[in-house]
């Protein structure tokens, strides 16, 4: 099998690592790098179970090819935490119970990352669809959605105060009810 | 044996119990380093994969490996040959682990290869040539029963019947509970409503699919790491299968990414470890996400005949009901305790409920939250509910008016002990939701739900420490957050800090046999060990007082994690803490530990009601879920988060089996969906927040009042939703799913 | 199998030219790791065309709009410019999948997937988008809705790949929208997708629409019955029950494990309807 | 003597009545004798039953004492998830 040599830099530290031209962004990580924190729930794309952001942008490792990575910086579970020091979203899912089995556990927080980059003050409706392609069969979502939104109201309170953004329900294409 | 009500333990304040602690594998778990089964690796492992049968129903004529043999970085091929004789109970775990004669479904097993990468193992698959000739099949239970219908397995002789039949057919066994005179009961009735359902298969969707590595030495020792609900049964059942001693096979229970009882048996660690055994080295093999929907463990389809008579009071004279469950190729479907439990809810003076289980070409059904009670509830539900509509009567008063209470005569048999059903529906009645404003289109559903929960065995080891902690090793894998919860009653119990409390799940050489993590069982059972566990260590952390002191082991008490004197005749002692006996251990006679070793009992049974509203479009049949209230006693609530939890995934699951869940087979007998791109678990943006009410009524078999609250929370949902939906719909909803195209078509608009 | 990574689509071309075996191109990968993964494809190489800086990009091309092939859905629904002007295709590109597919899927690889179902695709048929098509003697364009000839396959010939997809100019007046039906809210496979654009005079009168059918068919539907059901009328109730009739009666459905034929035409007269109410009322706000 | 109820498919095992009364002092007792009086009865204690002895359920634990007025029974033997 044709091997791709690839140099990353995975959660700050540059990496090298080869792999075989066909396999997954998420078997080198698991199986080349010992990175076992992205899992593998469906290989499809379906679960969102191997979210790693990739330059910045959220994406499943099991729809990426390793060789796709060259160049690219990965953060991955792993380096979430500050060392010793939790990411917030981290302490909210302990202090929620957002967990029950945990091996969904780091795509939903890879995933919640990304949305608070992008949006400090999300809605409900907005966490809960910016979350669908994350699944999770124990906790109905109900702990992890309120988690978020408390990690969000957190990160608001430590950054400058400002006033609350008047939010609509988003629409978009979807039909539903 | 049975640990004593402690009525004063029941009603005192507790320290840590019912408090929301931190989690002790939650850092792991937030930080990626938690490792679940696939995260293992072993020097020198190869991959294992399996090759299976894309066929429903086919003699396996002959099976040629001698081409990927041959392949460079292939170690070892097994097929049926490779697993010998075994104990009769094994028999259909070892035909289903690998198929023998004929491939019983699509996804049955066929043969293994263990290679040095997934590509070479995938390769030599593509090499192993099967010839199979290809028999008529049948997946659907109506159909299996019919007298027509293809014989799956010529030596089934339907049990349970007053003769045994002369032909084989795909009946296993008929089963029938109940009492009084049913037909007496229903010319008592005001109104009798007659009504047949149908479910649909459904899958438990865990998260993580099945995982091991196995690694047999040529010494015939070997060590498995394996994702399960039970490394005591893995170790065992692997054990019977290879003929290998059970003492010569070490299990480590991984962390496991969810079960909810599709881990309770064995379907890739046998192959595994016949593959290590032949290339003798580890092996590890991780399911795909097709072959677990294909392969593992799914539960029954259903369909369902319900009578049931009610007076215009509200009073229910007679319930009868048939239910007709496959479970997969082989018998033993949960259509027994669908039976058991479908009228459970309610006592009544003529009841029957008669079950059948069947055969079909489709995957041995494994137990699934409550095995075969979501189903039978779903029926007897949505009768009630349409009696209650049709005589105007409150759905939940009718309940209350019937509902099991104390003492009262179960609908299977023996008499309930003290239970909170009617708790759970006042504090229905009295929550605002029940009175909350419903709109277009909209409607609201109650259900009511029950299930047995376990005790079982259970082997518990408690270390004290030198430095005042605590080590508490237990052999039932969390799945949940149950080491906090048994952590929690062990620190509650010896009066000290719950984080002095380690508590981990031990392999299978370092403690006595435990069931597996099942029946709700894990923090009654566990958690009930761990307390006498640590009430046995109190008893010598007490006579090491006693000995510091020079007094009589007798005049020593244990209070707040301190020994103290008994009475003031007993001298002045400083007391003693936990810590402070820890460090003199070596000096007053050797380490200092607590045990247990039961079969736990008194489980005590957990009633629910669910109240769900429902928004329905009538023009695309889409059902979207506006508001869910799940009511439940817990006995006692250890980890209020985790039992929330625990009420607010089992609620969710049921949405899903109510709502988008399903097997879809073609008419080849292949199944359609093995994918959760359609195979549809509910998404975050489908669902509400789920509230709950944590009901507690003390369990009298328990020394804190806790009941087990795993599986009940899946009972109610089906009949909720759908009562909900029919009140949104204005039409009498009878098969699940209730997907868009299914409500359509009951709405009448295709 | 060999993975090429080319930085132009010179030398993507001539890949693909010369390429052995199965040879597969690249965007988001989205859909071609998943069909590798079931052992629908085994493809000998791969032609990641992501390096290519010119197909990363959004441009405006004359009054219109180029969409690199290279271009994620997320990276099209975080253009300002390119949503204001095409809501109904930007929203269709952001139905495709998770926000995880969202960061790698395009409509370019949506549309070469050839799956009848694919979201993006009646949005662009609708608004009269062009596949920009590189080859060994230079470019080419074709409608999109010609690009595909039927589940899984294209008129791409060897060596040819779609570079980018091009968007007409947004005139006064139009406004387009796109609608797809789904049992769950999120992450399944459009059961019927319908795009809408329609454009009105200055007192409301539609005077011109195109309405493109998803999954109702092996390829989309540009339904000119459909259409006519809104031409000339205010798109009052009355058109948009003929318009609902006639979709349900141009779809051609099929029964599979998404949804019986019954359902999926009473559901396309159901979501033109709702579409081309939005689309509507976008074409007045744009006035 | 201990009246021992039974589910209703295993009626006919018994003779058709849905009780029976047997001689014993432990769970195990009343199923040695059960299996020995009537061979539909040691087929289904072979597969394995429940038992509950005034309510309470014994999945497998067979020496609990019964006494002549306890309300006994025999079910399937259970299995969760």
Not at chain 1, 83 to 109: E, W, Y
Not at chain 2, 108 to 132: C, F, G, M, T, W
Not at chain 2, 424 to 447: D, M
Not at chain 3, 48 to 57: F, G, V
Request: include cysteine; charge should be positive.
């Amino acid at each position: 099998m044709f091997q791709v040599h690839v140099r990353t830099r995975i959660n700050g530290d540059d990496t090298e690592f080869s792999c075989e031209a066909d396999e997954t962004l998420l078997d080198a990580l698991r199986d080349r790098l010992g990175l076992t924190g992205a899992k593998e729930g469906c290989g499809t794309g379906d679960c969102g179970a191997c979210s790693v952001l990739v330059d910045g942008r959220l994406v499943c490792a099991c729809l990426m090819l390793g060789a796709e990575a060259e160049g690219c910086d990965i953060e991955t579970v792993e380096g979430m935490a500050d060392g010793s020091k939790l990411h917030p979203l981290q302490q909210k899912f302990l202090d929620h119970a957002a967990l029950q089995c945990g091996v969904c556990t780091p795509g939903f927080l890879v995933a919640a990352k990304s949305l608070l980059e992008r949006n400090d003050n999300p809605t409900e409706e907005e966490v809960r669809y910016w979350l669908a392609g994350n699944l999770c069969r124990c906790t109905g979502y109900d702990k992890i959605v309120r988690a978020v939104l408390d990690t969000a109201a957190d990160m608001r309170k430590a950054s400058k105060p400002k006033p609350a953004k008047a939010k609509k329900a988003s629409a978009k294409g979807r039909v539903s009810a | 044996m049975n640990v004593q009500p402690d009525n004063k333990a029941m009603k005192r304040d507790f320290d840590i119990v019912g408090k929301r602690t931190p989690r002790p594998d939650g850092i792991d778990k937030v930080t990626g380093r938690a490792r679940f089964g696939a995260d293992m690796s072993m020097p020198g492992m190869l991959w294992g994969l399996v090759l299976r049968s894309p066929h429903a129903h086919a003699k396996i004529k002959r099976i040629d490996t001698s081409k990927a043999e041959k392949l460079n970085g292939v170690h070892a091929i097994v097929t049926s040959k490779d697993f010998g004789p075994c104990d009769d109970s094994l028999l259909d775990i070892r035909e289903n682990v690998m198929a023998r004669e004929k491939a019983l479904y699509d996804g049955h097993a066929v043969a293994a290869v263990a290679a040095v990468s997934r590509s070479v193992a995938r390769q030599a698959l593509k090499l192993i040539k099967v010839d199979y000739q290809v028999l008529p099949h049948v997946t659907d239970v109506d159909e299996a029963m019919k007298p027509d219908a293809p014989v799956i397995n010529d030596k089934l002789f339907t049990k349970g019947l007053d003769k045994t039949p002369k032909k084989p057919s795909n009946i296993a066994e008929r089963f029938e509970f109940g009492h009084g005179e049913v037909e007496k009961g229903f010319k008592e009735a005001d109104l009798v409503i007659e009504r047949t359902f149908r479910t649909e298969a459904t899958h438990q969707g865990y998260i993580e699919p099945h995982a091991c590595v196995a690694s047999m030495g040529a010494d015939g020792r070997g060590e498995m790491w394996v994702c399960t609900q039970g490394h005591f049964m893995v170790r065992n059942t692997c054990a019977g299968l290879l003929g290998i001693d059970v003492s010569n096979l070490r299990v480590t229970a991984s962390e496991i990414g969810g079960g909810f009882g599709g881990k309770t048996t064995v379907f890739i660690e046998p192959v595994a470890l016949a593959l290590s055994l032949k290339a003798n080295r580890p092996v590890k093999m991780v399911m795909s996400r097709e072959e677990v929907l294909r392969a593992s463990g799914p539960t029954s389809s259903s369909s369902i005949d319900v009578k049931i008579g009610m007076k215009k009071d509200g009073t229910i004279t007679a319930g009868d009901a048939t239910l007709r469950y496959q479970g997969g190729a082989f018998p033993g479907s949960a259509v027994p305790y669908g039976a058991m439990a479908c009228f459970a809810p309610y006592d009544l003076k003529n009841v029957r409920a008669i079950g059948w289980d069947v055969i079909a070409n489709r995957p041995k059904q494994a137990a699934y939250r409550a095995p075969g009670a979501p189903m039978g509830a779903y029926a007897i539900e949505s009768v009630i509910d349409e009696l209650c509509r049709e005589l105007k009567l409150d759905p939940i008063d009718v309940r209350l008016k019937n509902a099991s209470s104390d003492g009262s005569k179960a609908s299977y048999g023996p008499n309930f002990g003290v239970i909170g059903l009617k708790a759970t529906l006042e504090a229905a009645k009295n929550h605002p939701h029940w009175k909350a404003k419903l709109g277009k289109n909209q409607g609201r559903g109650v259900a009511c739900g029950f299930w047995f929960n376990f005790g079982g065995e259970t082997s518990v080891s408690l270390n004290v420490n030198v430095d005042g902690t605590v080590g508490l090793s237990v052999g039932t894998p969390d799945i949940g957050g149950s080491r906090a919860s048994i952590g929690n009653m062990a620190a509650e119990e010896l009066g000290i800090p719950h984080d002095k409390v380690r508590c981990i799940i031990a392999d299978t050489a370092s403690l006595g046999y435990n069931d597996v993590t099942d029946g709700s069982r894990v923090t009654f059972a566990s958690g009930m060990a761990a307390i006498q566990a640590a009430r046995d260590a109190i008893g010598k952390l007490c006579e090491r007082a006693a000995k510091i002191w020079g007094i009589p082991v007798d005049a020593v008490v244990w209070e707040k994690g301190h020994a103290r004197p008994a009475s003031p005749n007993a001298g002045k002692h400083e007391p003693l803490s936990l810590a402070d006996i820890a460090a003199q251990a070596g000096a007053t006679g050797g380490p200092i530990a607590g045990h247990c070793e039961i079969n736990a009992e008194g489980a005590g049974v957990s009633f629910a009601t669910h109240m769900v509203d429902s928004e329905v479009d009538p023009e695309t049949g889409h059902v979207k879920i506006l508001r869910y209230t799940v009511f439940q006693d817990a006995g006692k609530a250890v980890h209020p988060s985790y039992v929330e939890g625990q009420f607010q995934g089992g609620a969710v699951q049921g949405i899903g089996w109510a709502l988008n869940e399903e097997y879809i087979y073609s008419k080849d007998g292949r199944l359609q969906n093995p994918g959760f791109l359609d195979y549809r678990i509910p998404v975050c943006s489908d669902l509400p927040m789920i509230d709950t009410v944590i009901v507690e009524v003390p369990n009298p078999g328990h020394p804190y009042g806790v009941r087990g609250v795993g599986e009940t929370s899946i009972v109610p949902p089906l009949a909720a939703i759908s009562n909900s939906v029919s009140d949104a719909a204005k039409v009498r909803m009878t098969r699940l799913p209730m997907s868009p195209p299914n409500v359509l078509k009951a709405l009448g608009r295709i | 199998m060999e993975y090429f990574a080319p930085a132009s689509t010179k030398e993507a071309v001539k890949l693909l030219g010369t390429a052995k075996g199965k040879v597969h191109v690249m965007a988001g990968g989205t859909d071609l790791l998943v069909r590798m993964k079931g052992g629908y494809t085994e493809p000998d190489a791969i032609v990641d065309i992501k390096r290519i800086a010119a197909l990363r990009k959004i441009v405006r091309a004359g009054k219109g709009w180029r969409i690199g092939a290279a271009v994620s859905a997320a990276e099209m629904g975080e253009d300002k410019a390119l949503k204001k002007a095409w809501p109904g295709v930007v929203e269709a590109a952001n139905l495709i999948g998770s926000t995880q597919v969202q960061g790698r899927a395009t409509i370019a690889g949506n549309l070469c997937n050839a799956s009848p179902a694919a979201d993006s695709v009646p949005a662009m048929a609708a608004v009269g988008a062009k596949a920009v098509i590189a080859g060994a003697k230079g470019t080419r364009k074709v409608a999109v809705e010609k690009l595909v000839k039927g589940p899984g396959k294209t008129t791409l010939k060897k060596s040819e790949f779609v570079e980018s997809i091009e968007l007409p100019e947004k005139k006064k007046r139009m406004g387009d929208a796109y609608l797809r039906f789904i049992p769950r809210t999120e992450m399944d496979i459009a059961v019927v997708g319908v795009g809408i654009c329609l454009t009105l005079d200055a007192k409301g009168k539609c005077m011109a629409a195109r309405v493109a059918l998803g999954a109702v068919g092996p390829t989309v539907i540009i339904s000119a019955k459909a259409a006519k059901a809104l031409v000339g009328t205010t798109v009052d109730d009355a058109a948009l029950d003929a318009l609902a009739r006639a979709c349900a009666a141009e779809a051609k459905p099929i029964d599979d494990k998404r949804g019986t034929k019954e359902f999926r035409k009473h559901i396309a007269g159901v979501l033109a309807r709702r579409a081309a109410i939005i689309a509507r009322d976008r074409a007045k706000e744009n006035s | 003597m201990v009246r021992v109820q039974v589910w209703g498919s295993l009626k006919p095992a018994i003779g058709g009545d849905d009780s029976v009364e047997v001689e014993g002092e432990t769970i195990n007792d009343l199923l040695k004798a059960l299996s020995e009086q009537y061979p539909g009865m040691a087929e289904a204690v072979r597969r394995g039953v429940s038992v509950t002895v005034n309510g309470e359920m014994y999945a497998n634990a067979v020496m609990v004492p019964v006494k002549p007025d306890d309300e006994v029974f025999i079910l399937p033997k259970l299995v969760g998830g």
